[in-house]
């Protein structure tokens, strides 16, 4: 069992940048991928990005590719998203998750790929 707390969240002006952090207890955090999910009212739960048990490879959807850098520090149990040239579309909770399946070898970035969540943290960007 795991418990996954997001921090980090608020409310900015488009073109801004914010860095979530996400801390993890309980179970053994290296050998498990990592991501991160957004979701707002009305809309599916979306991947945004990912890292590997190994920290070498990285995910990140389309919408966020270039802006947004995902990292992991196993020896503090945390994982980060730095978000940059933030848009007023990046607006969302996001939610830290840790993977199903420890040393995977495939690609995590479904939301079945995903078993444990944190409670969510909130991200506005105003224009």
């Known amino acids: 069992q795991v418990q996954l707390v997001e921090s980090g969240g608020g409310s900015v002006q488009a073109g801004g940048s914010l860095r979530l952090s996400c801390a993890a207890s309980?179970?053994?955090?290296?050998?498990?991928?990592m991501g991160w999910f957004r979701q707002t009212p009305g809309k599916e739960r979306e991947f945004v990005a990912s890292i590997s048990w190994s920290g070498f490879s990285t995910y990140y959807a389309d919408s966020v590719k270039g802006r947004f850098t995902i990292s992991r520090d196993n020896a503090k149990k945390t994982i980060d998203l730095r978000m940059n040239s933030l848009k007023p579309e990046d607006t969302a909770v996001y939610y830290c998750a840790q993977s199903v399946r420890s040393y995977s070898i495939g690609r995590p970035v479904g939301l079945a790929d995903f078993g444990s969540w944190g409670q969510g943290t909130q991200v506005t960007v105003s224009s």
């Open positions: 309980g179970r053994t955090f290296s050998s498990y991928d």
